[in-house]
């Protein structure tokens, strides 16, 4: 039997990756009615102040939020019940994702994951490891391929 979500949530970074895990989503949602929250994360170095003015950072994740939530809104056939987007600043991306997972109490985290290699060992990244280690729910992780970055 398969599982059914109510509540997902979809971190965005703005590459082509977005369609892809946004298509995911819309076939979770083909037939059962879930809530889905989009969220993007501006990472915040540890040399500035956690709630920094970054007018450019935050520019570019509304225009990813906006564009990611027309997408998920456009697809024929779904049953998005809810979209919502939060733009979020943390130090970590992955921290800020389980957080919110929890805050939200998310059924399931659906996200990119793109395999590259680090001192001659393969990994998906600090993001989606911090996720898949910490998420207190089901991570969907879509392994994908191309010279992109996700994280």
Excluded: F, W
């Excluded at 939530?69 to 921290?95: F, M, N, W």
């Amino acid at each position: 039997m398969a599982t059914i979500y109510e509540r997902l949530l979809v971190p965005v970074n703005g590459t082509e990756h977005d369609e892809r895990v946004m298509s995911i989503v819309a076939e979770l949602a083909h037939e059962h009615q879930i809530a889905i929250t989009l969220i993007y994360v501006v990472e915040v170095q540890q040399s500035m102040p956690l709630d920094a003015e970054l007018p450019a950072e935050v520019d570019r994740g509304e225009t990813i939020l906006q564009r990611a939530e027309q997408y998920a809104l456009t697809r024929p056939h779904h049953k998005l019940i809810l979209v919502t987007s939060d733009l979020l600043q943390a130090r970590s991306a992955g921290a800020a994702i389980v957080d919110e997972a929890i805050e939200r109490r998310a059924d399931a985290i659906v996200m990119a994951a793109r395999n590259h290699t680090v001192h001659g060992k393969v990994t998906m990244g600090e993001t989606v490891n911090y996720v898949l280690k910490n998420a207190p729910c089901e991570v969907i992780a879509v392994r994908v391929t191309s010279g992109s970055t996700a994280r």
